[in-house]
T-cell receptor
Framework: NAGVTQTPKFRVLKTGQSMTLLCAQD?????MYWYRQDPGMGLRLIHY???????AKGEVPDGYNVSRLKKQNFLLGLESAAPSQTSVYFC?????????????FGPGTRLTVT | DAKTTQPNSMESNEEEPVHLPCNHS???????IHWYRQLPSQGPEYVIH???SNVNNRMASLAIAEDRKSSTLILHRATLRDAAVYYC???????????????FGRGTQLTVWP
């Protein structure tokens, strides 16, 4: 049981390049989330999904797109990377229907855009 | 979403108790109090949650004020591994709420000295 995994762990992009971050979970969770964390800050929600085939915007969605074609995977895309998107990206998943709704986080992807 | 206020940093010696405060004066009746922590270079992890009564689990205890406007996370014997950023988060589980979303502030950086 690997929990939540993220690929890649590190990446350096040039401005204008595109990339996709992959998040996978093996806990059969309905909900999945993408956050970004800038230095000295808490996490901010980019996009989230409440089920396969559905996505919704979070607090800071601009410049990102997401897809949830399979229940276990949640992809975050940057179509044209900008230096302002330099950050650490965390994926999380949670079950639904309980009060606690504990979120399980992946180890993060450190992205630098030059 | 109701806001929380935490000290930026706190320090403790190893094997001593730690009390991490959180103020949430605008808490609503349907807000649960959640605590997560983030160890260095890792994603956040769930610690504990509560509504009105004090709660204990294997990681920590949560003491909630009678008026619910503040709470305290208690680590009974701090270890070096407890050095982390601790986030106090309110999660609304009332009707029409964005169930599952967590709003992270900057949290409290806990330093544990040997």
């Amino acid at each position: 049981n690997a929990g939540v995994t993220q690929t890649p762990k590190f990446r350096v992009l040039k401005t204008g390049q595109s990339m996709t971050l992959l998040c996978a979970q093996d806990m059969n969770h309905e909900y999945m989330y993408w956050y970004r964390q800038d230095p000295g800050m808490g996490l901010r929600l980019i996009h989230y999904s409440v089920g396969e085939g559905t996505t919704a915007k979070g607090e800071v969605p601009d410049g990102y797109n997401v897809s949830r074609l399979k229940k276990q995977n949640f992809l975050l895309g940057l179509e044209s990377a900008a230096p302002s998107q330099t950050s650490v990206y965390f994926c999380a998943s949670s079950t639904v229907g309980t009060v606690i709704n504990e979120q399980y986080f992946g180890p993060g992807t450190r992205l630098t855009v030059t | 979403d109701a806001k929380t206020t935490q000290p930026n940093s706190m320090e403790s010696n190893e094997e001593e108790p730690v009390h991490l405060p959180c103020n949430h004066s605008t808490i609503s009746g349907t807000d649960y109090i959640h605590w997560y922590r983030q160890l260095p270079s890792q994603g956040p992890e769930y610690v504990i949650h509560g509504l009105t009564s004090n709660v204990n689990n294997r990681m920590a205890s949560l003491a909630i004020a009678e008026d619910r406007k503040s709470s305290t996370l208690i680590l009974h014997r701090a270890t070096l591994r407890d050095a982390a950023v601790y986030y106090c988060i309110l999660r609304d589980v009332g009707r029409g709420s964005t169930l599952g979303r967590l709003y992270f502030g900057r949290g409290t950086q806990l330093t544990v000295w040997p």
